[in-house]
């Protein structure tokens, strides 16, 4: 179900639960003093209880952190140690699909395993959600502001296959905690004006568009996040802008999602007019992933003079291409997809700082393309 990174603990030894529900025998790293090399063994039903038992609690409630609430309280039924421990664990997981479409049961068991729950501070907490009812949206968002009362640090929300509106509770949005937020499959709305949520450092947004009554939504989430440094997009339509001073890593990517997003983006693309490209504005960009439409007609990057390392992958729009690589000229090491028959002739742009580049392309002309390149890049040392 889950592991304890070794390099994270302070001891050697790192044992790997397994809920005896799913007739599976639990694994044990051993790593020795002074090597990296880590062994992996068996746990015999002998030696179980005494690995518990020598094992401190800090990385016992690790531990069951990672696992999914339901998991973590099947777990502590091995012991009265861990029937005591399991209270304290700082991260809460559910999965909706775990109750057999139960919806009564799982709410009950969110409710009373987040009551019994004496974490200080809360870690994490998932929620992967099937949600067939309109009123289960009231439920989800009381969960999330009991989170935030605890001081939550990580929120991730799924939901399978189909689009969900929940109104996020007010206090998400101005949360002094929350450090990563990831939504999935989700109709933002009911956004507040005033955001700011101070130490949200990464940001996920897979699917999320806003709703038809408030296109800004991820606009004024965007704009609440004074400090964020990570940021990934994947969704059908990117139709807000991307101006983040202090962000230092973004991926952004053009695909597909259901056939019910892929209906939707459509009409929001009609109706919100988003025929005009978004504009991203990240001076303090290193790292930059893009993919698909994501890199041409769909957005406008500005210049990004700290680019580091960037992956890019361009396919559509020939002369928005010529604009785009002019936003990349102070990468140092650049991974290029280009999918394209015709050519652009990047000439003029100069990369002054690139050193490594990797081509793909299926162009039949890459040798013009290579050459161009070759030509810009004054500090270039390998090319592959």
Same mark, same amino acid.
């Given at each position: 179900?889950?592991?304890?990174?070794?390099?994270?603990?302070?001891?050697?030894?790192?044992?790997?639960?397994?809920?005896?529900?799913?007739?599976?025998?639990?694994?044990?790293?051993?790593?020795?003093?002074?090597?990296?090399?880590?062994?992996?063994?068996?746990?015999?039903?002998?030696?179980?209880?005494?690995?518990?038992?020598?094992?401190?609690?800090?990385?016992?409630?690790?531990?069951?952190?990672?696992?999914?609430?339901?998991?973590?309280?099947?777990?502590?039924?091995?012991?009265?140690?861990?029937?005591?421990?399991?209270?304290?664990?700082?991260?809460?997981?559910?999965?909706?699909?775990?109750?057999?479409?139960?919806?009564?049961?799982?709410?009950?068991?969110?409710?009373?395993?987040?009551?019994?729950?004496?974490?200080?501070?809360?870690?994490?907490?998932?929620?992967?959600?099937?949600?067939?009812?309109?009123?289960?949206?009231?439920?989800?968002?009381?969960?999330?502001?009991?989170?935030?009362?605890?001081?939550?640090?990580?929120?991730?929300?799924?939901?399978?296959?189909?689009?969900?509106?929940?109104?996020?509770?007010?206090?998400?949005?101005?949360?002094?905690?929350?450090?990563?937020?990831?939504?999935?499959? +989700?109709?933002?709305?009911?956004? $507040?004006?005033?955001?700011?949520? !101070? =130490? *949200? /450092?990464? &940001?996920?947004?897979?699917?999320?568009?806003?709703?038809?009554?408030?296109?800004?939504?991820?606009?004024?989430?965007?704009?609440?996040?004074?400090?964020?440094?990570?940021?990934?997009?994947?969704?059908?339509?990117?139709?807000?802008?991307?101006?983040?001073?202090?962000?230092?890593?973004?991926?952004?990517?053009?695909?597909?999602?259901?056939?019910?997003?892929?209906?939707?983006?459509?009409?929001?693309?009609? +109706?919100?007019?988003?025929?005009? $490209?978004?504009?991203?504005?990240? !001076? =303090? *960009? /290193?790292? &930059?992933?893009?993919?698909?439409?994501?890199?041409?007609?769909?957005?406008?990057?500005?210049?990004?003079?700290?680019?580091?390392?960037?992956?890019?992958?361009?396919?559509?729009?020939?002369?928005?291409?010529?604009?785009?690589?002019?936003?990349?000229?102070?990468?140092?090491?650049?991974?290029?997809?280009?999918?394209?028959?015709?050519?652009?002739?990047?000439?003029?742009?100069?990369?002054?700082?690139?050193?490594?580049?990797?081509?793909?392309?299926?162009?039949?002309?890459?040798?013009?393309?290579?050459?161009?390149?070759?030509?810009?890049?004054?500090?270039?040392?390998?090319?592959?």
């Amino acid at each position: 179900e889950f592991c304890c990174d070794h390099h994270n603990c302070c001891c050697y030894c790192c044992f790997v639960f397994i809920s005896p529900l799913r007739s599976m025998k639990p694994f044990r790293f051993l790593q020795s003093a002074g090597s990296n090399r880590v062994e992996l063994s068996l746990v015999t039903n002998s030696s179980y209880m005494d690995i518990i038992s020598h094992l401190p609690d800090d990385l016992l409630l690790r531990i069951l952190s990672f696992s999914t609430t339901k998991d973590t309280i099947a777990t502590s039924l091995l012991s009265k140690r861990l029937r005591s421990l399991w209270t304290l664990a700082p991260g809460l997981g559910y999965d909706e699909s775990n109750h057999n479409g139960d919806y009564e049961r799982f709410t009950k068991f969110v409710h009373k395993s987040f009551v019994s729950n004496k974490a200080p501070v809360l870690e994490r907490l998932h929620l992967s959600l099937v949600t067939k009812y309109l009123f289960e949206v009231e439920d989800i968002a009381q969960w999330i502001h009991l989170a935030v009362s605890h001081h939550l640090q990580e929120l991730r929300i799924k939901f399978r296959s189909k689009q969900v509106s929940v109104s996020l509770p007010s206090s998400l949005y101005t949360s002094e905690t929350l450090q990563r937020l990831t939504l999935i499959n +989700y109709l933002l709305r009911d956004v $507040p004006v005033h955001v700011l949520i !101070p =130490s *949200l /450092k990464t &940001l996920s947004l897979k699917f999320v568009t806003c709703s038809f009554s408030d296109k800004m939504s991820l606009q004024r989430l965007l704009s609440g996040c004074p400090n964020l440094e990570e940021l990934s997009v994947e969704q059908d339509i990117i139709g807000f802008n991307i101006v983040l001073l202090s962000l230092q890593r973004l991926n952004i990517s053009h695909k597909s999602g259901s056939k019910e997003f892929w209906a939707l983006g459509k009409i929001v693309k009609k +109706y919100f007019g988003l025929h005009r $490209p978004c504009v991203i504005d990240v !001076p =303090s *960009l /290193k790292y &930059l992933k893009s993919s698909g439409t994501a890199s041409s007609n769909f957005c406008q990057i500005e210049n990004m003079p700290e680019l580091v390392r960037a992956d890019v992958d361009l396919t559509l729009g020939v002369s928005t291409h010529k604009k785009f690589l002019r936003a990349l000229t102070s990468v140092h090491h650049l991974t290029l997809c280009w999918h394209m028959k015709q050519v652009v002739n990047p000439s003029g742009r100069i990369f002054n700082q690139l050193v490594h580049l990797v081509l793909y392309t299926s162009s039949g002309h890459y040798s013009d393309l290579v050459t161009c390149m070759l030509q810009d890049s004054p500090k270039l040392r390998g090319a592959y």
